[in-house]
Every structure is written in structure tokens, then in C-alpha cells.
């Protein structure tokens, strides 16, 4: 089976809008772009389960909060815990969200379903060893999982991915 054949198989869990969707793609494919692997609703330590996790070949951690109207980051502060879990957060939101609304302590990028930018550099906050190599492995073994069950849609995998 290609890669084209597995991703557009790719279950679409309901919970995201069609703008949240369109963001979530764009930024992957740019974050992809500047050479990190991407992760899309990870499970953190904490808990919390990140819109975007992307990974360098360095090993640095990005963590993207996607928000897709003014009400949906208003309504949503969970956020604040993210950057526990990451070298640099970022926002990604559409051109109509004003983005005086977004914390300066944050990066931000604007996103469409083909492409985004970003329009305001995070700040770096290394993490620890300990909590890096936590993140690191939970990356991989999600996308372990989801990959098999791509590959074996019959399989044992669906509720853990």
C-alpha cells in the first residue's frame, strides 16, 4: 500500500472542526518543511493530549496549540500546561484571528489547509533529560501504533492509537 493510500485512511476522530483540520494541515506540512516529524493529538504526561507535537532531528520538542476562533481560545486555557512538555509552544490560528489575543510568551503561526508562516518566534525553554526522553518515547510510540494500524486496519491497535 503507498503513503498517499495510508493517510487518506486516516480516521478523522470528530472532534476538530473543519478549521481546526485545515490549520492542524497546513502547519504539519510546513512544520515537515523545516525537517520535524509531526504527531497530531499526542497524550502528554500530564495527562493533557497536544493538537500538534513535532519533533527535530535534534530533538527538540515544538508543541502547537491549534486555535481556530477568538471563542476557542478563550474558552480553552489548558494550554499554560503544554509548555512542560516542550522546547518552543506555538499557537496556529487563521488570518481572521486577530493575534493580539495570543500571550507574547508564545510563538504563533498562521495557517490554511496548504501551507502556514510563522509570525512570531517562541521562545526556547529546554527541557530536562528526564522529561525529553518522556515525551520522545510516548512521540514514537504513537506513531508506532498509528502506522500499524494503518497498515493493519484489522488489528489489535485501534483502541490505543
Known amino acids: 500500500m503507498s503513503l498517499s493510500a495510508l ?3 486516516l480516521p478523522v476522530d470528530g472532534r476538530q472542526s473543519a478549521t481546526a483540520l485545515a490549520i492542524a494541515r497546513g502547519t504539519a506540512r510546513y512544520l515537515h518543511a523545516l525537517g520535524y516529524c509531526v504527531v497530531a ?4 504526561p500530564s495527562g493533557r493530549r497536544a493538537d500538534l507535537v513535532a519533533l527535530g532531528g535534534d530533538g527538540e520538542i515544538i508543541i ?3 486555535k481556530s476562533s477568538v471563542a476557542d481560545f478563550r ?5 499554560m500546561e503544554y509548555r512542560l ?3 518552543r509552544l506555538f499557537f496556529a490560528t487563521i488570518v ?3 493575534c493580539e489575543i495570543f500571550p507574547p510568551d508564545a510563538g504563533l503561526i498562521m495557517a490554511d489547509a ?3 508562516m510563522i509570525v512570531a518566534e517562541a521562545p526556547e525553554h529546554r527541557l530536562a533529560a528526564a522529561t525529553r526522553k518522556t515525551v520522545m518515547l510516548r512521540f514514537a510510540h504513537a506513531a508506532a ?3 500499524q494500524a494503518l497498515a493493519d486496519p484489522q488489528g489489535p491497535y485501534a483502541g490505543e492509537v
Open 7 to 9: 493517510a487518506s485512511s
Open 41 to 44: 493529538e499526542l497524550p502528554l
Open 64 to 66: 502547537v496549540e491549534i
Open 75 to 79: 474558552a480553552d486555557q489548558k494550554w
Open 85 to 87: 512538555h516542550c522546547d
Open 96 to 98: 481572521d484571528v486577530p
Open 114 to 116: 496548504f501551507g502556514a
Open 145 to 147: 501504533l498509528r502506522l
